[in-house]
């Protein structure tokens, strides 16, 4: 049997729980007594020094906590102070979605890879929501938004390249449908990129626009073919979150109605297509198993 010390062999892991322990205790418990929380300020400051964090400063501020905020929380230790608890919790978590983002839709092209097919993935659904994102981004880099709130856009919009280069490879698109999808991309980028500041309101409502519709042609699909394809639950699971977390960090960061309009329709169409994962997940099964053997055979033909 193995040793709790062999199976915790760090120990600053113990300080860290308990610190977050701590942290959501006490903003759960909404302390309003200015003597507790000086009582907890001070307690802490006797058990870790107000320098502990100091070494760290420079990396984490102004992009994952403020300095005043900083000053409140690491080396003051006042957990209670709320305004600066959910600040810092919504930047890290704006974070954790952009970083999170890099590999969203890394499982579903493994499962274009492994199958050898693009079997119940719409590509105009691809085409919409690539330029949804290169709306969203292009809409809050000239607002000056906070990258925290919009980065995992420009992430996700390369991924959508990624699978627009396997849907033309498994449908076999020639290169002249592949020249002009590339360059209407292109025209569509430059245009967003030259729109004048009075014209921004249509780079968001043609992201509301395409937030309603770009799930809706893979939404129909599932239904007419009665399975998800290569769909993976895992991708959808993390926009489901991720699109969850946005949405709260969005409502309170960004006051642009339209921007969370966005977001809030964006999220329940993604939980649409979880919903059909899980209802058509035999169907599905029973689809792909058939489509890897028909491959295999393909190949030992071949």
Not at 144 to 155: D, Q, R
Request: charged share 15%; with cysteine.
């Amino acid at each position: 049997m193995l040793s709790i010390r062999t199976r915790f062999p760090f120990k600053p892991y113990f300080v860290c729980a308990l610190l977050l322990v701590l942290v959501v205790a006490v903003a759960r418990a909404e302390v309003k007594d200015e003597k507790k929380a000086s009582y907890i300020a001070a307690s802490l400051q006797r058990v870790f020094p107000r320098t502990l964090f100091e070494p760290v400063r420079f990396l984490v501020v102004p992009v994952f906590i403020s300095d005043s905020c900083f000053d409140s929380l690491l080396v003051n230790y006042e957990l209670t102070d709320t305004s600066c608890l959910k600040e810092t919790i919504s930047k890290v978590a704006g974070y954790g979605i952009v970083i999170l983002s890099s590999i969203l839709k890394v499982p579903v092209i493994v499962n274009i890879i492994q199958s050898g097919c693009v079997t119940g993935l719409s590509i105009s659904s691809i085409y919409i929501e690539t330029s949804m994102y290169m709306t969203i981004f292009a809409y809050n880099y000239f607002i000056e938004s906070p990258i925290s709130t919009y980065g995992e856009t420009l992430v996700i919009m390369f991924q959508n390249f990624i699978l627009c280069v396997l849907l033309w490879k498994y449908m076999n698109k020639g290169y002249g449908y592949r020249f002009l999808t590339v360059l209407m991309f292109t025209i569509f980028g430059g245009l967003v990129y030259f729109t004048p500041e009075s014209y921004y309101w249509v780079l968001v409502t043609w992201s509301i626009i395409c937030s309603c519709v770009s799930k809706l042609p893979q939404i129909y699909t599932n239904f007419m073919l009665g399975h998800t394809g290569v769909l993976s639950i895992i991708t959808t699971l993390m926009q489901v979150l991720g699109g969850s977390v946005r949405f709260l960090t969005i409502l309170y960061e960004v006051t642009d109605k339209l921007a969370i309009a966005c977001n809030g329709i964006a999220l329940f169409l993604n939980i649409m297509i979880l919903l059909q994962i899980v209802l058509f997940r035999k169907k599905t099964k029973q689809v792909m198993i058939e489509n890897q053997a028909r491959n295999s055979q393909a190949k030992k033909t071949n």
